[in-house]
Every structure is written in C-alpha cells, then in structure tokens.
C-alpha cells in the first residue's frame, strides 16, 4: 500500500480483555516496529522485526505483551488481561532496511482499556 | 543504552517569528543519525529534519534548521517566520546504526499565536 495502516483506529475494552492491534507495513519494507506512546509522553520502544532475524523483543512492558509477523508482511500486536496502565496510543512504523533509518509511522491506534 | 532529553515540554511563538526547541542525547556509538519529527492531532508522525552524525554541516530544510553540537550532545531545531501549521508536538529522536532502533524524547508541545 502507499503508507502504513493500523487497525483498529480506535478500540475501547474492558479490564482484563485480550486485544489484538493489526499493522499493514508498506509492501517491500523488511522491518516493522511497534511503539507505545501514552498521552502526553514520548514513544517509548517495544518490539521490532527485522526480515527473518529473531525480533528484538527488549521493551515488551511484560509477558502480557507479544507480537508476531509473517515474513515481511502484516504484525500484530497481542495484549492479553489488559490493565488500565495500557491505554495508549500504539504506534506503527517500518523502513525499508536495516541500513535505511527514517521511519514511516502509520496513524496508530487508540487504547482505551476501562 | 541510548537516551534522548528534551527539556521544554511546552513552547509557544507568535506568528512568524523564530522559536528553537531543545534537545540533548547519549550514546555510545559512533555512528548515529538525529531526526525531529512532527506530531500534528492527527497522530501521524511526519519526519522534518534528520542529520548524520558523521556530517558536521548543520542540516536545512525550507523553514526548519538544526544547530548540531557533536561533542555537546546537542541537537536543537529551529523553525524560522512560523506559522499556524506548525502547531504540534515536536518530537527528537536518535536511531544508532547497531541499536537498530529509534529513542525518542518526551516531545515539545508548540503553539504558534496568531
């Protein structure tokens, strides 16, 4: 596609739901990441794939979090008995290469977890 | 471990005057490239600026410059005749070549008075 898509825009839950966040990177890209940025705050880092290498999983909050991707296609991100703390902005991005630095983000997805 | 600072949560300027906005930053590699990016109310993070730490020659984009200071840790942007559109968060960000990844700083939120 021309950009980056996550789905759902926006997604209302209850505590102690699982949830699951969908990102569509731009065809050809070979690494995908996934950002948390709570309201006001900066993006803070979780995951990142790199074509067929093993995900850095090094800012995953807890084990409630996990993400997968097929190839260099779609990832989602998976946050199972969310907790208030979660609500956030979930934020997509990917490049076309390791060696290529400037993220392409998509428009993110809302979490609101009550 | 790499850290991104910036200082000024909030800033305001009025219509077509000149504003900088601050930022500071740690690593431990050589070779590291700086970005500001933008953060409009749409979410969509847009890219406005990006430096190579290996080039000393401060980069320029239209409106937008960056005072880089390597041995300072510093990495300020400067957004010349501002205007209405520019209101957003401002967000500094360093991706270092082994890290493979972006930090990024809690983000500036300015405003441009009309």
């Known amino acids: 596609g021309a950009g980056v898509s996550q789905s759902p825009s926006n997604k209302v839950t209850e505590k102690g739901k699982d949830v699951e966040l969908r990102c569509d990177p731009i065809?050809?890209?070979?690494?995908l990441y996934w950002y948390r940025q709570r309201l006001g705050q900066g993006l803070e880092f979780l995951i990142y794939?790199?074509?067929?290498?093993?995900?850095?999983k090094s800012g995953l909050p807890s084990d409630r979090f996990s993400a997968e991707r097929t190839g260099e296609s779609v990832s989602t991100l998976t946050i199972q008995r969310t907790q208030q703390e979660d609500s956030a902005v979930y934020l997509c991005?990917?490049?076309?290469?390791?060696?290529?630095?400037?993220?392409?983000f998509g428009s993110g997805t809302q979490l609101s977890v009550l | 471990a790499q850290t991104v600072t910036q200082s000024q949560p909030e800033m305001s300027v009025q219509e077509a005057e000149t504003v900088t906005l601050s930022c500071t930053y740690d690593?431990?590699?050589?070779?590291?490239?700086l970005f500001w990016y933008k953060q409009p109310p749409s979410r969509q993070m847009i890219l406005v600026i990006r430096q190579e730490a290996y080039k000393q020659q401060n980069a320029t984009e239209n409106r937008f410059s960056v005072n880089f200071q390597k041995a300072a840790k510093s990495f300020s942007l400067k957004i010349s005749d501002s205007q209405l559109g520019d209101t957003a968060m401002y967000f500094c960000a360093l991706w270092g070549t082994n890290a493979g990844k972006s930090t990024f700083g809690d983000g500036t939120t300015l405003t441009v008075k009309p």
């Open positions: 065809s050809g890209h070979t690494a």
């Open positions: 794939f790199q074509g067929n290498s093993a995900p850095d």
């Open positions: 991005a990917s490049i076309p290469d390791r060696g290529n630095e400037k993220l392409f």
């Open positions: 690593t431990s590699e050589n070779n590291y490239y």
